[in-house]
């Protein structure tokens, strides 16, 4: 069975919640099975998307390789205005 090209419905205010999965995707990327694994990046590389990418498959390994497992670490994020910095304030409190 192949892979089809599909694209995700979501409204841009709802971006968050595809960069969090993908992040929670990426650090706990060792314990998904080899196959999952394959599925997910050809997946990956034949959703459709507003940004075109030229040889999609071999770039997403190399990002997957990069920024998941250990290699996921935590970067202190860019503080854009007072709300993002609170929030980010309090994080570091609780951490």
């Not at 650090?27 to 990418?53: C, F, G, K, N």
């Amino acid at each position: 069975m192949g892979i089809a090209r599909q694209v995700i419905q979501y409204e841009r205010k709802e971006e968050h919640f595809l960069r969090r999965l993908g992040g929670a995707l990426l650090i706990h990327w060792d314990s998904v099975p080899t196959d999952v694994q394959e599925l997910l990046i050809q997946q990956a590389a034949e959703m459709l998307d507003p940004i075109w990418v030229f040889e999609c498959e071999p770039k997403i390994r190399d990002f997957i390789a990069t920024h998941s497992g250990d290699a996921a670490v935590f970067h202190e994020p860019r503080i854009y205005g007072p709300l993002q910095a609170t929030h980010y304030n309090q994080f570091r409190k609780e951490s």
